[in-house]
T-cell receptor, first 112, second 110 residues
Framework: EDQVTQSPEALRLQEGESSSLNCSYTVSGLRGLFWYRQDPGKGPEFLFTLYSAGEEKEKERLKATLTKKESFLHITAPKPEDSATYLCAVLRLTGGGNKLTFGTGTQLKVEL | DGGITQSPKYLFRKEGQNVTLSCEQNLNHDAMYWYRQDPGQGLRLIYYSQIVNDFQKGDIAEGYSVSREKKESFPLTVTSAQKNPTAFYLC?????????FGQGTRLTVV
């Protein structure tokens, strides 16, 4: 069974204080790892897809990296508008298609 | 304007009634997904579909049913067999390297 664990569950940062969120996974035959941002009451917003160990992707203050067992979302010099819940998901091929399984998320709060 | 449209945004249902949530996409994606999100929790997979006329149970399929008669549409029916249907329901479609979500339907049983 696919397992996706995100840590920490919640994180409070001061504006400008860089940090990393972790997504560890146990899945056979990973076809991709996805990162999303979700604001309260909204659908998740797509950020990145990573496919192979060693891959990195960047968008503004966010940088995602991938190893064979985990992914990190690095947030550099965060601003209050980066406050949200960050979700990761793993994509795996099954007999009937590609299953996309999510972790429980990290709730990030950035304060002035 | 391309994207995924879920309707309605809010839905109220009486106990014992079935209700159908709509999900339409114009991104020409093959794969579509339905998730349930409870307060303070992550997304749990209900059903997914890779192609028309084929779909698979996810991790919490009991009490739900789906159909995939058209590539663009993947409606979800919450049946009276679902014991705790009050939740936020999210639909997604995936194609190539990206997967996008709709804005969700909040279902409340009254």
């Amino acid at each position: 069974e696919d397992q996706v664990t995100q840590s920490p569950e919640a994180l409070r940062l001061q504006e400008g204080e860089s940090s990393s969120l972790n997504c560890s996974y146990t899945v056979s035959g990973l076809r991709g790892l996805f990162w999303y941002r979700q604001d309260p009451g909204k659908g998740p917003e797509f950020l990145f897809t990573l496919y192979s160990a060693g891959e990195e992707k960047e968008k503004e203050r966010l940088k995602a990296t991938l190893t064979k067992k985990e992914s990190f979302l690095h947030i550099t010099a965060p601003k209050p508008e980066d406050s949200a819940t960050y979700l990761c998901a793993v994509l795996r091929l099954t007999g009937g298609g590609n299953k996309l399984t999510f972790g429980t998320g990290t709730q990030l709060k950035v304060e002035l | 304007d391309g994207g995924i449209t879920q309707s309605p945004k809010y839905l109220f249902r009486k106990e014992g009634q079935n209700v159908t949530l709509s999900c339409e996409q114009n991104l020409n994606h093959d794969a579509m997904y339905w998730y349930r999100q409870d307060p303070g929790q992550g997304l749990r997979l209900i059903y997914y579909s890779q192609i028309v006329n084929d779909f698979q149970k996810g991790d919490i399929a009991e009490g739900y049913s789906v159909s995939r008669e058209k590539k663009e549409s993947f409606p979800l029916t919450v049946t009276s067999a679902q014991k705790n249907p009050t939740a936020f329901y999210l639909c997604a479609s995936r194609g190539g390297t990206e997967a996008f979500f709709g804005q969700g339907t909040r279902l409340t049983v009254v």
